[in-house]
């Protein structure tokens, strides 16, 4: 799949979505947020969102990590057929947990999984990693992680979906870890999907 002229490689199980309503961000950063120094695309999968940011031009340099090591294998495939050493920094991380502490970033993006329940929904046909996050887990540990490595000024833009969620379930969780909603706007891709929305936080400097 081309993201802004860069060739992302990827097997149909890694797909979570990033390359479809996923590529709302590049609209979304371009208007909202202009170009970034340092980004992180969290639960990355192939890096469909992160790879297409810096595509467009809309980061100078990236940062991606998932659990899954087919994903990443996935991401480095992409690396090396687009000459982006130098430009990609890469983990295998469950949550946030093997990231360096040297990490910092401008802006955070990501699509996790979407569902806080540990029910299998066929209908979606993908690995139930890629949608379940029983007791929203995930979410927490993220919130409650991603203040180290946030830059003066950082943005955090997470992706959700309104069939499992609205943006008071994470309110308490951005409460808990000194991070203050800006907004929660609908995306707009693909056109006519109302399901999609942002959960949009900065830190609260006042309480960090």
Excluded at 15 to 38: I, P
Excluded at 200 to 206: L, M, V
Aim: hydrophobic share 35%; charged share 20%.
């Amino acid at each position: 799949m081309n993201l802004g002229g860069i060739d992302v490689c990827f097997t149909e199980d890694l797909d979570g979505g990033g390359g479809r309503y996923g590529q709302d961000y590049v609209g979304f950063v371009e208007r909202k947020l202009g170009r970034q120094e340092r980004s992180f695309e969290w639960c990355a999968g192939p890096g469909f969102i992160g790879f297409s940011l810096l595509g467009h031009g809309l980061t100078d340099t990236l940062c991606l990590a998932d659990v899954n090591p087919a994903a990443v294998a996935a991401c480095n495939e992409t690396i090396r057929r687009n000459g982006l050493e130098g430009r990609v920094d890469l983990y295998v991380s469950d949550g946030l947990g093997s990231i360096p502490g040297r990490e910092r970033w401008n802006l955070v993006v990501g699509n996790p999984p979407h569902s806080g329940s540990d029910e299998v929904r066929p209908e979606i046909k993908r690995p139930t990693a890629i949608y379940q996050d029983a007791g929203w887990k995930i979410h927490e540990d993220f919130y409650a992680s991603v203040g180290a490595h946030l830059a003066p000024g950082a943005q955090i833009v997470i992706q959700e979906n309104l069939r499992f969620s609205s943006v008071d379930t994470f309110a308490p969780m951005l409460a808990a870890n000194g991070l203050q909603l800006v907004d929660s706007p609908r995306c707009e891709t693909p056109a006519g999907n109302t399901l999609y929305f942002y959960v949009w936080s900065i830190a609260n400097r006042e309480v960090a």
